[in-house]
């Protein structure tokens, strides 16, 4: 286990450690309420539109909606694992495995851009330009709604799946060429926090974005 | 720092797969008013079991587990009291 260096207000290395990570949690409870607001939008929203938002939910690709799902999942996994060969000292691994958690980040990017580039040829990006294919004449009243929040919701994900990208890939990068720096195992873990609850807001958008077509 | 073992997280990745398939499978099944409900207590269980093992809040102390889930419990508050202004102007 790496000696990791003490700032001089804590105790112990212990004590350090939990003050990261209440620290983090912090941080991500913001997180959970930036996107619990615009979660709670879709609620009400869809309460208020049910028909629309199904017929919404059926216009969005569900093989690759559950494919980046699994994508991210295991994007997860291989975090956890560089965690792992961090708190074992294992450099080539940790790199490795951060390299592992990058690559699949910009997979899940890439499919959502394919996604995205559907979406607006098919004319169905709100706006002026909005008009979708549809059986009836008029667009149910919601409908471009149903893709305001979509885009609005998945986009701010995506947004903060970048961020995760560039900060693993600089971190993979680091250790590859420069080793473990001291608190490797510590930062390390931080920086899972981040990415494991970009997972975790997926994991609840995928069903109310893909599953209810 | 707890080391958790490496088959754990496969065992929970493994555990996230088959619920994923649920997921999707369960959602191909017409059942009325159950389906978002059934599909957001499985991302439910992901999450925690997210929560709880990747994210090792099962491994911190309780100190750590309240604060991974204040922002939860707030955003619960969120969705119950709005909800409740909803469901009393337009009954379901």
Redesign the interface.
């Known amino acids: 286990?790496t000696d990791s260096r003490v700032a001089h207000q804590f105790d112990d290395a212990v004590q350090q450690?939990?003050a990261d990570?209440?620290g983090m949690?912090?941080f991500?409870?913001?997180?959970?309420?930036f996107f619990?607001?615009l979660?709670?939008a879709y609620?009400?929203y869809r309460?208020?539109y049910p028909e629309a938002f199904h017929i919404g939910g059926s216009f969005l690709d569900?093989p690759l909606g559950?494919l980046n799902?699994?994508i991210l999942?295991?994007s997860?996994?291989t975090?956890?694992?560089a965690v792992?060969a961090a708190?074992?000292e294992q450099q080539k691994k940790v790199a490795l495995f951060l390299a592992l958690t990058c690559a699949m980040g910009l997979v899940f990017l890439g499919i959502k851009s394919m996604e995205y580039s559907h979406k607006f040829e098919e004319g169905l990006f709100p706006g002026a330009g909005f008009h979708p294919h549809l059986e009836s004449e008029v667009a149910p009243a919601g409908l471009q709604l149903f893709f305001v929040l979509y885009f609005i919701l998945t986009g701010l994900h995506a947004l903060h799946v970048i961020i995760g990208i560039v900060m693993i890939g600089g971190l993979a990068a680091w250790v590859f060429w420069r080793g473990l720096p001291k608190n490797a195992?510590?930062a390390m873990?931080l920086i899972?926090?981040y990415w494991?609850?970009v997972?975790?807001v997926w994991?609840?958008l995928?069903?109310?974005l893909?599953?209810?077509g | 720092?707890k080391?958790?073992h490496?088959s754990t997280?496969?065992w929970v990745?493994f555990a996230?797969?088959v619920l994923?398939v649920v997921?999707?499978a369960v959602?191909r099944v017409d059942l009325g008013i159950w389906?978002?409900f059934i599909?957001?207590l499985?991302?439910a269980v992901?999450?925690v079991l997210?929560?709880y093992?990747?994210?090792?809040v099962g491994y911190?102390?309780r100190?750590?587990g309240v604060?991974?889930g204040?922002?939860?419990l707030?955003?619960f508050l969120?969705?119950v009291i709005?909800?409740a202004d909803?469901l009393a102007r337009?009954p379901l």
């Open positions: 286990m450690h939990e990570t209440l949690w912090t991500l409870a913001t997180e959970v309420l619990g607001g979660f709670a609620a009400v309460f208020l569900l559950t799902t699994g999942l295991t997860s996994l975090m956890a694992l792992h708190q074992t195992a510590i873990e899972g926090l494991h609850f997972d975790v994991i609840f995928f069903p109310l893909y599953l209810i | 720092m080391i958790v490496v997280y496969l990745f996230l797969l994923l997921t999707v959602g389906n978002p599909a957001l499985i991302a992901k999450a997210v929560v093992f990747f994210m090792h911190g102390s100190l750590t604060f991974a204040a922002g939860f707030w955003l969120l969705l709005l909800f909803y337009y």
